[in-house]
């Protein structure tokens, strides 16, 4: 794009990548991945909160690359639980586990829950931080409901037990575009995308 501003996503996923070059459509900035770039550090998420941990990782990518930095940090919260998983999402059946794992000891944990008090929310928190330490947060949450078993093939984690609030079917039964559209991370990046416009202009 003549004339972006290159911007650095936290992230070594393309498909996340794409997923917010779509989102901030139309803005003068182009999207790199941190696969884009050589050399690129891991960062540990050490934080108690989603916003926490995305405060970290784009703070500390903006830092190394020179660029300004989107980061995001999501996870399951059930109220059954305590919240729980949370920031240990990724984590919840210990360090390397699989999404398989997670799911069965998060079905586990809700099986004597009654269908009615499965709530739950998928929340995402995202910062823009710049190489000069200034940040811009947003923060969403998807509401749905856990079913006591998984349904469909698509989505990652969690996906094929929850069922977002007017939906009758997982978000693991529908298509990447209409889970995207509708996903707290879309809701909490153009939430975020003013800030992200009016740094590119100020850039």
């Known amino acids: 794009m003549t004339g972006a501003t290159?911007?650095?996503?936290?992230?070594?996923?393309?498909?996340?990548?794409?997923?917010?070059?779509?989102?901030?459509?139309?803005?003068?900035?182009?999207?790199?991945?941190?696969?884009?770039l050589d050399g690129a550090p891991e960062v540990e998420e050490t934080g108690a909160t989603f916003m926490a941990n995305a405060l970290l990782k784009a703070r500390a990518y903006a830092a190394w690359s020179g660029l300004a930095a989107l980061a995001d940090d999501s996870g399951l919260e059930v109220d059954a639980l305590g919240g729980a998983p949370g920031v240990y999402s990724a984590r919840?059946?210990?360090?390397?586990?699989?999404?398989?794992?997670?799911?069965?000891?998060?079905?586990?944990?809700?099986?004597?829950?009654?269908?009615?008090?499965?709530?739950?929310?998928?929340?995402?928190?995202a910062v823009l931080a710049d190489p000069g330490g200034r940040t811009w947060e947003a923060e969403a949450a998807w509401e749905g409901r856990l079913l006591d078993a998984p349904r469909g093939d698509g989505g990652f984690g969690y996906d094929p037990v929850f069922v977002p609030?007017?939906?009758?079917?997982?978000?693991?039964?529908?298509?990447?575009?209409?889970?995207?559209?509708?996903?707290?991370?879309?809701m909490a990046f153009a939430a975020l995308r003013p800030a992200v416009e009016a740094w590119a202009a100020g850039a």
């Not at 997923?19 to 901030?24: F, G, M, Q, R, S």
């Not at 794992?101 to 739950?120: C, F, H, Q």
């Not at 007017?166 to 991370?185: F, I, L, P, Y």
């Open 92 to 125: 919840y059946a210990g360090p390397g586990a699989s999404d398989a794992d997670n799911l069965a000891k998060l079905l586990g944990a809700i099986a004597a829950v009654p269908a009615a008090e499965r709530t739950a929310r998928f929340r995402c928190a």
């Open 6 to 36: 290159r911007v650095l996503v936290a992230t070594t996923n393309p498909g996340k990548v794409r997923e917010l070059a779509a989102i901030l459509a139309g803005l003068p900035v182009e999207l790199v991945g941190l696969g884009d």
């Open 165 to 186: 609030d007017g939906w009758d079917r997982t978000s693991a039964e529908v298509d990447a575009a209409t889970k995207n559209a509708a996903s707290h991370r879309a």
